[in-house]
């Protein structure tokens, strides 16, 4: 193998540029010429891309999002697409293409090597809900920043008697929401997982007041209801102040955490070393602290990842 492309693609994450600085060292320390694909699949469609070296790399371990940015394509959903893609590849010599992304992405991966192309995958998407990985990349980054905002959050919330929803994303999957809520200690975690009773929640909120407990914090996963909802529900049911925080686009970016950056070295290194040994169609997972190699199309045919069941009965015993 002379020739490996990358590319990011999908919701951007930190540490993607982590794991493309570990993809292009560990080519380059292979004797293999490295091309970065820009705007995910978009620039394999476009033709737009540049041969990466440790300069390319330099200085950018640190900084979130992706250098090589990340777009959604639409061309490649239809097979005139998806052809394009892979004529340009073998334009371009690539022997090799590894895929930095979430679901969608890793779907965009399979249709390439159905049709020929050899490919590994890097699962990198915040909610955590790829199946076969106990983590994705930047769900660890994502929770630090919730962590940090809830924190500064609390120091309000207890100066002024106040509750407060607070909004993280996961639409289908509250795993952010349940673990940053144990990281916290919030009153509450609302995920679409399970269902919740606000009439009980406004009663046991009333209940903490009267004891002199008289702020509190609930964390809500997007899917499981809009904070502003759910705030004014409470003030209409028990008069609470109730101010929101919706974390939006702030959980994904900054400085990747010591995790996300371990996790992005041991993917891009062994995407490349697999890609070497012959491997192709697999995605990489974190596995009881083990990299795995699982199969694309098992992958894509898994659902989504389900949370812990010992998470769940952590936070019921902390009684969040
Ligand atoms: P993510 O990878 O974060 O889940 P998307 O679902 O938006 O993000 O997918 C990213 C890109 O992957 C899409 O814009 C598209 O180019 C490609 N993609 C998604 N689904 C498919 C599919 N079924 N076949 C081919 N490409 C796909």
Known sequence: MKRIAVLTSGGDCSGMNAAIRAVVRSCLSNGIEVIGVQKGYLGLIRQHSERLTTKSVSGNLKAGGTFLQSARC??????????LAVENLKKMGVEGLIVIGGDGSLRGARELQMRGIRVMTIPASI???IPFTDMSLGV??????????????????????????????GRNCGYLALVAGIACGAEY???????????????????????GRDNSIIMVAEG????????????????FET???VLGHYQRGGSPSSFDRLLAARFGVTAVEALLQGETGKMLGLSCGAI??????????????????????????LGI
Not at 157 to 166: L, M, Y
Not at 229 to 239: M, N, T
Not at 295 to 316: M, P, W
């Open 74 to 83: 639409l061309e490649m959903l239809e097979d005139s697409g998806r052809q």
């Open 127 to 129: 909610d955590n809900d």
């Open 140 to 169: 660890d980054t994502a929770l630090n920043n919730i962590i940090r905002a809830v924190d500064n959050l609390k120091d309000t919330a207890s100066s002024h008697d106040r509750t407060f929803v607070v909004e993280t994303m």
């Open 189 to 211: 975690a609302l995920i679409p997982e399970s269902s919740y009773d606000l009439n009980a929640i406004c009663e046991n909120l009333q209940r903490r007041f009267q004891e």
């Open 224 to 239: 499981a209801g809009k904070a502003q909802d759910i705030a004014e529900q409470i003030k209409d049911r028990i008069g």
């Open 243 to 245: 101010r929101i925080m």
């Open 292 to 317: 795995i190699q699982v199969d694309l199309e098992q992958v894509i045919h898994g659902g989504r990842r389900k949370i812990d069941e010992t998470l769940f009965k952590l936070s019921a015993t």
